[in-house]
């Protein structure tokens, strides 16, 4: 089975790293972005075909938009006249609706929409899923088998689509954000940039597989470290005092937000 991703940006290169990792044979995906220069840095990188967007549809079982929300429709008209009916279509564009792709492709094409995120270049992603109104057990089940080897898959009613987009796709940059401040306080309490590293990402990767091993709530596990009168519970009142929780909230509630925006572009 061939598999064109189309729109090769930072979001469509991981998943098509992800699929060559996972043991997918060069010769069975495509890859089409619009600057030759791009194309012959793919083609170097992974051994790949790349093409323009409406051969690389024509020639392929499965397509994955990975074209950004803003370009989407442009993408949509140059494509329509060489997807036929029956052909699946995966989108990976954050806010863009099952209903938006179909109403441009003609027939009844089977549409899943999928937010992914970048943890897909360590096969630890997280892909949630949607399925169109043409799109059933099957679409689905193979929109997971295409994800499931580069992380982790979730499918979700559409209309939780955006909420997820702000939770989970744009989630790692969240820790990044959170990891950067914990080493500027440890670079501050005077250890040196790369032990303040080491030491914060452990702590979150230790964390975050304690969440996942455990299955215990967050609130568990962190009561676990708060001692009556001790270090962490100081730390803590400074965060609420602060109004970390409240921001991290708002955050995603305006990331939320923007991806309808786009979408809505």
């Known amino acids: ?10 979001m469509g290169e991981a998943l098509l790293s992800g ?5 997918r044979p060069p010769s069975s995906v495509i890859a089409a972005v619009r600057r030759s220069e791009r194309a012959d840095e793919l083609r170097t990188r992974y051994g790949i075909e790349v093409s323009d ?54 027939g009844e094409i089977p549409v899943v929409r999928v937010m992914s995120n970048t943890p897909v270049l360590v096969d630890e992603a997280m892909s949630v899923i949607s399925a169109g109104a043409h799109a059933g057990e099957e679409h689905l089940r193979r929109a997971e088998e295409l994800l499931r080897p580069v992380g982790r898959v979730l499918r979700i009613p559409e209309s939780l689509q955006d909420a997820a987009t702000a939770l989970s796709g744009s989630g790692p940059a969240y820790v990044y954000y959170l990891v ?8 501050l ?24 091993e455990t299955g215990e709530h967050p609130v568990i596990l962190r009561e676990a470290v708060t001692s009556p009168g001790g270090t962490t519970i100081s730390a803590i009142r400074e ?15 305006a990331a939320r937000d923007r991806g309808r925006e786009l979408g809505g572009g």
Request: hydrophobic share 55%.
């Open 1 to 10: 089975m061939t598999i064109a991703v189309v729109g090769a940006g930072k």
């Open 19 to 23: 699929l060559l990792r996972a043991g």
């Open 53 to 106: 967007a409406a051969s690389a549809a024509k020639a392929a079982d499965t397509l994955v938009l990975a074209a950004k929300p803003q370009d989407m429709g442009r993408l949509l008209d140059e494509i329509a006249p060489v997807v036929p009916a029956g052909r699946l279509v995966i989108s990976v564009a954050a806010g863009i609706t099952t209903t938006f792709i179909g109403e441009r492709l003609t």
């Open 180 to 187: 950067e401040s914990m080493v500027d306080a440890g670079i």
């Open 189 to 212: 309490l005077g250890m040196s940039r790369s032990a303040a590293m080491d030491m914060v990402t452990q702590a979150v990767y230790g964390a975050a597989t304690m969440l996942r």
């Open 239 to 253: 965060l609420e005092k602060h109004g970390v929780r409240a921001a991290f909230l708002a955050a995603i509630e």
